[in-house]
Nanobody
Framework: QVQLVESGGGLVQPGGSLRLSCAAS????????MSWYRQAPGKEREWVATITGVGWTDYTSSVKGRFTISRDNAKNTMYLQMNSLQPDDTAVYYCTGNRLWGQGSQVTVSS
């Protein structure tokens, strides 16, 4: 079955860290441009980060220097390491690629 399955969301205090995972099945993740998006309550879905097949990465300005997108080809899995999290980072995070979307992972940053 061709799909993306996410894991790793949760509740964290401001300044904390979380790592999201996006496991691909039915296709080779490294051959596609893969991205993370997020949607905060009452807001439109926004692009967060992208990694290309050759490993080039890019980030939206609000997360640059705090978030890191990466990929483990052996595990066919993409990651989003999120550090120095702030309440404005609270959102449902989605991975996407190969015209697929993950199911979404809730990230809540609150004290």
């Amino acid at each position: 079955q061709v799909q993306l399955v996410e894991s790793g969301g949760g509740l964290v205090q401001p300044g904390g860290s979380l790592r999201l995972s996006c496991a691909a099945s039915g296709f080779t993740l490294s051959t596609y441009l893969m991205s993370w998006y997020r949607q905060a309550p009452g807001k439109e879905r926004e692009w967060v980060a992208t990694i290309t097949g050759v490993g080039w990465t890019d980030y939206t300005s609000s997360v640059k220097g705090r978030f890191t997108i990466s990929r483990d080809n052996a595990k066919n899995t993409m990651y989003l390491q999120m550090n120095s999290l702030q309440p404005d980072d609270t959102a449902v995070y989605y991975c996407t690629g190969n015209r697929l979307w993950g199911q979404g992972s809730q990230v809540t940053v609150s004290s």
